[in-house]
């Protein structure tokens, strides 16, 4: 229907390992209008972040999961520790390198000593290569950087090899006085890639470095629906600005404190919150046309690492859970108690990728306030209402071919670089709650 | 005899169409050493770098030329007001993006209007290329931006169709009290990519609206002896830094104050100057084992645009130049008379692309602090000590595959991206020498 071919100097898609999933869909319906908004708006809109980012600084990085439905957009979760950096376009290596820089000077003038502490689960290769690649990055922005360990015990320094060639050292951290040091490496910044879901480590306590993000920020002490709190704000702020109806890039939400799903406890106030979240989603699939059934997701409202998650097209799918599902809806990472849940209006995934029509979900990153790149988690096996960020998910990356930066006037509103320009915009968006909720704290 | 293959997640050389030139020679002299000073202290430079801006703002966007000899590689040329943007690798089109968003922010707050006024040479459709891909950039950047022409008459908007298949719209600007217009448009910045050569634009003083480059910083006040001066204090602070002889990247100098070429007057001044550098580069050559003859090259000191260069191997080479030549060393772009000269030592070019091994000289493109890329001047017809940037020149840019911005410590010193990153680090000391130049203006 629409050209999307790239002009030659762009040269999109020369990359055959990092091919474009495209939405199942023929793009007519509201969707295509909202991408269309944020395309007419392109300056207006720039010019409403830049205004937004100078009230509120940006967070060092994050991930944001983003769904497309074809008729909404929506954020799904914000990370403020991402992994997953080795999952994206390397084109875009100078980007990163260029927004560390910057999101360094942010934090302070004279850093050059930089230790990034990773999670502790080293034997996930998978994401030590995402360690690997940050280590890489920050160096190559110029700073003297080490991978520092939070043990308890006196280790010895760990050489860990990666299937990517590249070797970790990894040096356990000690406190000297109100600073924490390897050796003679006294780093000006320590950067955080440990999510704290154990809980504020000891180590890190009051020190006089520099620390992003906030020792406030670990899952230990964050709520889902303090960040969906300030989303829907923002939302709100910016359809108003470029003329839409929130929704069709915020997704309803509810929440439930004093939740125990073993004893069953808390049950009334889950039955009548997904009842109502139902309902109200119905109300928005009869006004847009939307042919599909409404359906909740209930998460942690602590943190989930894609556990304690669970989809729900009723109230009883929820209060009927078999032990083993109240077992695994009742910890989260770390084993980790639930006891306060977020139920969220369910947004389907309808991009797919390839002939198997395999579903695809977007995950943007951002270093600062610039959007870096991102990926799609493709999984054949799963539905389009499933998490694909569960335990054991085997998903693809598939790295985007754009970065996000800019869209192109001149092509479809729903060509490569302009999807991708309303992911980035609507990252930053989920970004901008991330922002408001840090300087809170 | 190095391997410097690139890695698989690097994928440089992906692009046919840009090969990147080789030193014709096997670099085991002094430069590699130099090349290998600056990959060995990547952390300190960048450091270094850091406070220097942190002193001095880099100016809004510049090009280096630099020449790179197997014995020193210097900047030889740094232009305030850069066109060839078309010349740049377009996968880099992000970074020049986040670039300027940077640039425009450290200008000031609250800017979202710009004005680009381009040279008066529209009828150069290679020119208005990079008017094109400026403008493209600082829209994409999320500025509103409009290309204004400096005419003195009333004229109508004119549009160019180019060869790339951009239009472009130019509006005749005007005075409006303290501000300059179009229409209804008022900018908050102007941004300047011409050079003023024929002086200050009376429609531009006293304005009220942020403008870059300074009014000051045109072709009719700027000295290139003052940028020199400048560049020979950072080249020998930065040299300092990291232990290497700074003639090793900084161009010996001298310059001769009213030069009349037609009446031959100032040339005991000349005689004088030409004999003392060469037996200084002799006696560098001497310390070097360079088997080279040296020469200098004289060029106007205020603005060349390629007119108004001569090299030569003696002082009598100048003193006896015909009729001819001495007519075309008397005048610089826009007819005007070069009065002051400024004599410089020759740097060969000993970088060559092809089996023809045609000449190759890089040029670096800065905007704000942030190196963006380059491309290589390739001549088949000129030798290794000839201006390549001369009228009536046909060179064939080679965008760099390479954005100059980190190293890869993995690699050999004279490998792609370690080569570029001297590259940009040499930049990067001419671009502080502008620098230091603007605020003292």
């Not at 969707?31 to 007419?40: A, G, N, P, R, T």
């Not at 920020?217 to 303090?226: E, I």
């Not at 108003?240 to 069709?248: A, F, M, V």
């Not at 999807?419 to 970004?431: C, E, K, M």
């Amino acid at each position: 229907m629409y050209n999307d071919r790239p002009k030659k100097r762009y040269k999109h898609m020369k990359n055959a390992t990092s091919p474009v999933p495209h939405l199942t869909t023929v793009l007519t319906g509201p969707l295509l209008q909202v991408e269309k908004q944020i395309l007419d708006n392109q300056t207006k809109i720039e010019s409403w972040f830049r205004k937004q980012w100078r009230q509120t600084p940006a967070p060092f990085y994050t991930s944001m999961d983003i769904r497309n439905s074809r008729y909404k957009i929506s954020p799904v979760d914000t990370n403020l520790f991402p992994a997953g950096f080795n999952n994206l376009n390397s084109d875009f290596e100078a980007i990163c390198i260029q927004s560390i820089q910057l999101a360094v000077e942010q934090i302070g003038s004279n850093i050059d000593r930089i230790l990034l502490i990773p999670e502790n689960h080293t034997r996930n290769m998978y994401y030590m290569e995402n360690v690997a690649i940050l280590y890489s990055l920050i160096n190559k922005a110029g700073f003297d950087v080490r991978i520092g360990a939070l043990v308890t015990d006196d280790s010895d320094p760990s050489t860990i090899s990666l299937d990517s060639g590249a070797e970790l050292q990894l040096f356990p951290i000690v406190r000297d006085g109100d600073c924490v040091v390897i050796d003679d490496f006294k780093p000006e910044l320590i950067v955080l890639n440990n999510d704290m879901s154990g809980g504020r480590p000891d180590i890190l306590e009051n020190i006089s470095q520099f620390i992003t993000p906030s020792l406030n920020l670990g899952w230990s002490s964050r709520l889902k629906s303090v960040h969906f709190g300030h989303y829907k704000t923002i939302a709100s702020e910016f359809s108003e600005q470029i003329g839409i109806d929130s929704w069709l890039i915020d997704p309803l939400f509810r929440n439930c404190g004093e939740i125990n799903f073993m004893k069953r406890e808390g049950n009334t106030c889950l039955q009548s919150n997904v009842d109502a979240l139902l309902i109200a989603t119905q109300k928005k699939y009869d006004e847009y046309g939307v042919d599909q059934k409404p359906y909740v997701v209930v998460k942690a409202d602590s943190g989930t690492y894609g556990m304690g998650v669970m989809m729900a097209h009723s109230a009883e799918e929820i209060l009927e859970l078999n032990r083993k599902d109240r077992t695994r809806m009742s910890k989260t990472k770390e084993g980790k108690k639930v006891t306060k849940v977020i139920i969220q209006e369910g947004v389907y995934t309808n991009e797919t990728w390839g002939v198997d029509k395999m579903v695809a979900e977007p995950v943007v990153y951002m270093i600062g306030k610039n959007v870096v790149g991102g990926f799609y988690r493709v999984h054949a096996k799963k539905g389009s209402n499933e998490n694909l960020n569960s335990p054991g998910m085997q998903f693809e990356p598939l790295a985007f071919d754009d970065c996000c930066v800019s869209p192109d006037i001149e092509k479809s509103p729903d060509a490569h670089s302009n999807r991708f320009y309303t992911y980035g915009v609507i990252a930053r968006l989920a970004n901008l709650a991330a922002a408001r909720e840090s300087v809170r704290r």
